[in-house]
């Protein structure tokens, strides 16, 4: 397998079809079309079908997607870490964010980080974990700052704790249930939450099952983004579970209600989450210093809703 072989591969899964594979990659059409050919000859393995909508691409095609993915993200980390040597601090930094710290450290992180590395491409991902988990593994994402449930720590993920944070379910001000004190009293209520693909019995565990408690599945609405889920906690009048500090959260504050429930639920942690045995990168180090001194930095603040918010925080490095 050669370097463009690879390059014409993801690019063509990427934008769907040769055409536009070949204005990303600045080839022609026929460049493109000799170096899908060459692989499969090598491989003697059909990747891809060519449809009418563009390319369809086989389970041999997939995988080898996957794998290609992986090779030119570690040869554009190798050349960054390269130029870095050299003291030129370019390349591209890739980091998922759970919301909750994009609600409140990432203003102040991102602003610390441009000022130590103006010259590094930053993109930023709304990264509960069921969106970070693929990006992670194909290597699109560089790490993610977020909370991986003990039962998916599998051996493709590291993770390095940050800080511990308390749970609760919350519903919005005025919701009917806002008294409730049991999660018994909240089985006839429209739940939405968020989970990755292997997360739902760890969740289904810790939030019901536990505390002997059942929920109909068809009362569950699964949301893959913070603005679909607080659409339907505030105007579906739907109960949700998550870091308690959103209700206190400046652009919660007011809007979100976290339950006094008599269940109680385990401490989450917050973490830097990478592929294992993978490094971080220069850049990634430093957005990862850059977290650790704001969320330090406001731990010892004596401002009002810095202490709001670390009554349900506990930093641990």
Known sequence: MKLHQLQALVSSAETGSIRAAARALNLSQAA????????????????????ASGLNFTEYGKVLVTH????????????????????QHRGRLCVGVTPWVALTFLPEVVLAFRERMPD?????????????????????????IGQLHPTQASPEFACQP???????????????????????????????????????????????????????????????????????????????????LLSSAPF??????ALDL?????PRQLSIVTRRNGSLSQAAQC???CLLQVIRRHARSAKKPDRALFETLRVLV
């Open 162 to 244: 940050l800080l511990d944070y308390q749970t609760a379910v919350l519903v919005r001000q005025g919701h009917p249930c806002q008294d409730a004190r049991s999660i018994h009293d909240l089985l006839e209520q429209n739940w939405t939450l968020n989970y990755a693909p292997d997360g739902h019995d760890a969740l289904m565990h810790e939030l019901f099952w536990r505390h002997h408690a059942q929920v109909a599945e068809q009362r569950i609405v699964r949301a893959q983004s913070l603005a679909i889920l607080q659409m339907l906690v505030e105007r579906a009048d739907m109960c949700t579970w998550g870091p308690a």
């Open 32 to 51: 493109v079309t000799k170096a899908l050919r060459e692989l499969e000859s090598a491989q003697q393995l059909p990747l891809f079908v060519r449809t």
């Open 120 to 144: 590094i491409q930053l993109e930023l991902f709304e990264s509960l974990m069921a969106v970070a988990q693929p990006l992670l593994r194909d290597g699109s994402m560089d790490f993610a």
């Open 68 to 87: 290609a993915r992986l090779v030119l993200k570690q040869l554009e980390r190798a050349q960054t870490e390269l130029d870095e040597l050299r003291g």
């Open 262 to 266: 008599k269940e109680p639920f385990e």
């Open 252 to 257: 919660f504050l007011g809007r979100l209600v």
């Open 287 to 289: 957005f990862a210093d």
